[in-house]
């Protein structure tokens, strides 16, 4: 599923009306289809609806749905701040065909009007929101301000069609205000601005409605949906005579004194993720720590500059044992010094075997990172915003603000994939695509959290993915993990960890397609158990 711009959209509309033929109305009159039959499918918990419609084709989709709602007959109270014949294009045709009906349109162009809508919305039951969609490009002020912050104390729950009103489709930033959506509504192919902070804490959960236009219009679009069917088509088959040498075999170097957990965590979570074999190299004085906490992984001792430090001459005896095995992960748990970032320095060069980096080995790599671009095989590297800030010498605010671009283009410059965690975290790769994460949450803003996704991702590589296809899973599967989770405070990277055999499971048996509905899609994996 593409994620594409407000640009990108607004090109597939006219293509699919110039190419296609289809009428802007009939566009419009699906979307509004699609948003009224969710709201139908809440009956009979809601029964009363207020539609807030803006200008432009976004007022116009509200216009839709208020006549469909009424139709189908929920009370439903239209407000438009527009003023009667001051529509344009579609939006008109569907204005004028709501006066031909004698449907009753409330208007709001000034404040003299908001004690009544303030009345209005607090017998509703839901409120849908047309006010602006994706073409907000300024900050939102006056009258419009007004109604969102309405829209937003009302305590009812809000539909957002196509993107919360004041969120700009693009950047996900607010554009001075923005409503408080609990769903949104979105047509065709979900917005840029959706994934984003702050945006993407405004969406709720977003659904995909479909309108008629064709793929072939977006097919170019870089971005896409790191979805439930690609990642079980990515997962490799268990044959019934499979067994450890022949599920991969992972070598994982990582650990120093203080740090022993997370080396612990990383192993563990190749083990859950279906590594036959896990190799846990560290610095030979923590090797009895590791052998204390640790069962099923071998753990192997390597030499060392100083107490708890890896000698950087342990290149080769690592490289001659990695030629047994099928991946590597560098990194959780290391002392970032500059022993470190030698030795990391020749695995990259040498390493027969695909590499995953991250923690100790992102700060040890800061300071030579060009070196990524002369791995045998694409590497992997996942930093959380704070060091990727430092990897290019910007602060974590800064990378926040332009995540998108900042993983997309240093994945090129550094001919690596950039998994830039977060919320919705970004997998960009280096031919300049990137697919965008929908799983995980706060669950996942502990301690270790990290360590277990590298360990997850060495796991996928060794079992025979490609690095993109590894990184994408691991990712899904990561963050799904602690979506199981229950939410709210509580929750250490072990308590992740222990979800993965029920995030596997679980994903057998999800979906995206909502099941009332076969024209929505879900951003978000749905569950038998939770539709059923």
């Given at each position: 599923?593409?994620?594409?711009?407000?640009?990108?959209?607004?090109?597939?509309?006219?293509?699919?009306?110039?190419?296609?033929?289809?009428?802007?109305?009939?566009?419009?009159?699906?979307?509004?289809?699609?948003?009224?039959?969710?709201?139908?499918?809440?009956r009979?918990?809601?029964?009363?609806?207020?539609?807030?419609?803006?200008?432009?084709?976004?007022g116009?989709?509200?216009?839709?749905?208020?006549?469909?709602?009424?139709?189908?007959?929920?009370?439903?109270?239209?407000?438009?701040?527009?003023?009667?014949?001051?529509?344009?294009?579609?939006?008109?045709?569907?204005?004028?065909y709501?006066?031909?009906?004698?449907?009753?349109?409330?208007?709001?162009?000034?404040?003299?009007?908001?004690?009544?809508?303030?009345?209005?919305?607090?017998?509703?039951?839901l409120?849908?929101?047309?006010?602006?969609?994706?073409?907000?490009?300024?900050?939102?002020?006056?009258?419009?301000?007004?109604?969102?912050?309405?829209?937003?104390?009302?305590?009812?729950?809000?539909?957002?069609?196509?993107?919360?009103?004041?969120?700009?489709?693009?950047?996900?930033?607010?554009?001075?205000?923005?409503?408080?959506?609990?769903?949104?509504?979105?047509?065709?192919?979900?917005?840029?601005?959706?994934?984003?902070?702050?945006?993407?804490?405004?969406?709720?959960?977003?659904?995909?409605?479909?309108?008629?236009?064709?793929?072939?219009?977006?097919?170019?679009?870089?971005?896409?949906?790191?979805?439930?069917s690609?990642?079980?088509?990515?997962?490799?088959?268990?044959?019934?005579?499979?067994?450890?040498?022949?599920?991969?075999?992972?070598?994982?170097?990582?650990?120093?004194?203080?740090?022993?957990?997370?080396?612990?965590?990383?192993?563990?979570?190749?083990?859950?993720?279906?590594?036959?074999?896990?190799?846990?190299?560290?610095?030979?004085?923590?090797?009895?720590?590791?052998?204390?906490?640790t069962?099923?992984?071998?753990?192997?001792?390597?030499?060392?500059?100083?107490?708890?430090?890896?000698?950087?001459?342990?290149?080769d005896?690592?490289?001659?044992?990695?030629?047994?095995?099928?991946?590597?992960?560098?990194?959780?748990?290391?002392?970032?010094?500059?022993?470190?970032?030698?030795?990391?320095d020749?695995?990259?060069?040498?390493?027969?075997?695909?590499?995953?980096?991250?923690?100790?080995?992102?700060?040890?790599l800061?300071?030579?990172?060009?070196?990524l671009?002369?791995?045998?095989?694409?590497?992997?590297?996942?930093?959380?915003?704070?060091?990727?800030?430092?990897?290019?010498?910007?602060?974590?605010?800064?990378?926040?603000?332009?995540?998108?671009?900042?993983?997309?283009?240093?994945?090129?410059?550094?001919?690596?994939?950039?998994?830039?965690?977060?919320?919705?975290?970004?997998?960009?790769?280096?031919?300049?695509?990137?697919?965008?994460?929908?799983?995980?949450?706060?669950?996942?803003?502990?301690?270790?959290?990290?360590?277990?996704?590298?360990g997850?991702?060495?796991?996928?590589l060794?079992?025979g993915?490609?690095?993109?296809?590894?990184?994408?899973?691991?990712?899904?599967?990561?963050?799904?993990?602690?979506?199981?989770?229950?939410?709210?405070?509580?929750?250490?990277?072990?308590?992740?960890?222990?979800?993965?055999?029920e995030?596997?499971?679980?994903?057998?048996?999800?979906?995206?397609?909502?099941?009332?509905?076969?024209?929505?899609?879900?951003?978000?994996?749905?569950?038998?158990?939770?539709?059923?």
């Amino acid at each position: 599923m593409k994620i594409v711009s407000a640009a990108a959209m607004r090109d597939a509309d006219r293509l699919t009306m110039e190419k296609y033929g289809m009428s802007g109305a009939v566009l419009m009159e699906k979307a509004g289809e699609r948003a009224a039959g969710f709201i139908l499918n809440r009956r009979p918990f809601v029964n009363r609806v207020v539609v807030v419609s803006g200008p432009g084709n976004n007022g116009g989709d509200g216009l839709v749905i208020a006549r469909l709602l009424e139709k189908a007959g929920i009370i439903t109270t239209l407000w438009s701040t527009v003023q009667a014949g001051n529509y344009r294009g579609d939006a008109k045709i569907n204005e004028n065909y709501l006066l031909k009906l004698l449907f009753p349109v409330k208007r709001i162009v000034d404040s003299s009007e908001m004690d009544n809508f303030r009345d209005s919305l607090s017998r509703a039951d839901l409120v849908v929101d047309a006010l602006l969609g994706i073409g907000v490009d300024r900050e939102v002020s006056g009258l419009l301000a007004e109604i969102i912050n309405a829209l937003n104390s009302c305590g009812k729950p809000v539909l957002s069609i196509d993107i919360p009103s004041g969120v700009h489709a693009d950047s996900g930033a607010v554009m001075g205000r923005a409503v408080k959506a609990q769903w949104t509504m979105t047509c065709a192919c979900p917005k840029l601005g959706l994934f984003f902070p702050p945006g993407c804490n405004q969406a709720g959960q977003i659904l995909v409605g479909e309108i008629g236009i064709p793929q072939d219009l977006v097919d170019d679009q870089p971005v896409e949906l790191n979805t439930v069917s690609r990642v079980r088509l990515a997962l490799p088959e268990r044959p019934f005579d499979s067994h450890k040498g022949s599920m991969g075999k992972v070598f994982i170097v990582a650990g120093s004194p203080g740090m022993t957990g997370a080396a612990i965590l990383a192993a563990e979570a190749a083990q859950k993720s279906g590594a036959g074999l896990v190799y846990l190299a560290a610095p030979a004085s923590i090797c009895p720590v590791l052998e204390a906490k640790t069962l099923e992984a071998v753990i192997i001792a390597l030499p060392e500059k100083e107490s708890g430090i890896i000698d950087p001459s342990a290149s080769d005896m690592i490289v001659e044992r990695i030629r047994e095995c099928d991946a590597l992960a560098f990194g959780p748990g290391l002392d970032p010094g500059e022993n470190t970032s030698e030795l990391l320095d020749k695995l990259i060069q040498l390493s027969p075997v695909p590499i995953v980096i991250d923690a100790g080995g992102l700060k040890a790599l800061a300071s030579r990172i060009n070196v990524l671009r002369l791995a045998k095989h694409t590497p992997v590297v996942t930093p959380h915003p704070g060091e990727m800030g430092a990897l290019i010498g910007k602060a974590a605010a800064d990378v926040q603000n332009s995540r998108l671009a900042t993983a997309g283009e240093h994945a090129v410059l550094w001919k690596c994939i950039v998994i830039l965690k977060g919320a919705n975290s970004i997998i960009a790769l280096p031919d300049g695509r990137a697919l965008i994460n929908p799983t995980g949450g706060p669950s996942l803003s502990t301690a270790g959290s990290g360590d277990l996704l590298t360990g997850t991702i060495v796991s996928m590589l060794a079992q025979g993915l490609s690095s993109e296809n590894a990184a994408g899973s691991a990712a899904f599967i990561h963050g799904l993990a602690g979506d199981l989770l229950p939410p709210g405070r509580g929750h250490m990277a072990r308590d992740i960890l222990d979800c993965y055999k029920e995030a596997f499971r679980r994903l057998e048996n999800a979906s995206h397609r909502v099941p009332e509905n076969p024209f929505l899609t879900a951003i978000r994996p749905l569950f038998e158990e939770e539709t059923a």
